[in-house]
């Protein structure tokens, strides 16, 4: 069975750092672009960065260039994503989804097939 599982999420302060996990079971995740995205109560998910199935190519919101970085590790079959500086607006569910493609054409939730459950992430001031 097709899974997707994300760990990593916590309580920090503003200006820690954590480190999410996508970790990928019942298929093989390097032909796969992955994404993590986001989605603060209220709001709507967005997308918060990808990477292609190579790990060639990456893309990030402008929210968070700078202090985020997405990283895949296809012998783990997991794709990793470091966030430092973290700040109170990235208070939120992130979710890690694949998509059937090894490139993606934008990070948008309309572009990727399979998603995770999600895991909370919360900064305080």
């Known amino acids: 069975q097709l899974q997707l599982v994300e760990s990593g999420g916590g309580l920090v302060q503003s200006g820690g750092s954590l480190r999410l996990s996508c970790a990928a079971s019942?298929?093989?995740?390097?032909?796969?672009?992955v994404g993590w995205f986001r989605q603060a109560p209220g709001k709507e998910r967005e997308g918060v960065s990808c990477i292609s199935g190579s790990g060639g190519t990456t893309n990030y919101a402008d929210s968070v260039k700078g202090r985020f970085t997405i990283s895949r590790d296809n012998a783990k079959n997991t794709v990793y994503l470091q966030m430092t500086s973290l700040k109170p607006e990235d208070t939120a569910v992130y979710y890690c989804?694949?998509?059937?493609?090894?490139?993606?054409?934008?990070?948008?939730?309309?572009?990727?097939?399979?998603w995770g459950q999600g895991t909370q992430v919360t900064v305080s001031s």
């Open positions: 019942g298929f093989t995740l390097d032909t796969y672009a």
């Open positions: 989804a694949a998509r059937r493609r090894l490139l993606f054409r934008q990070c948008e939730v309309g572009e990727f097939d399979y």
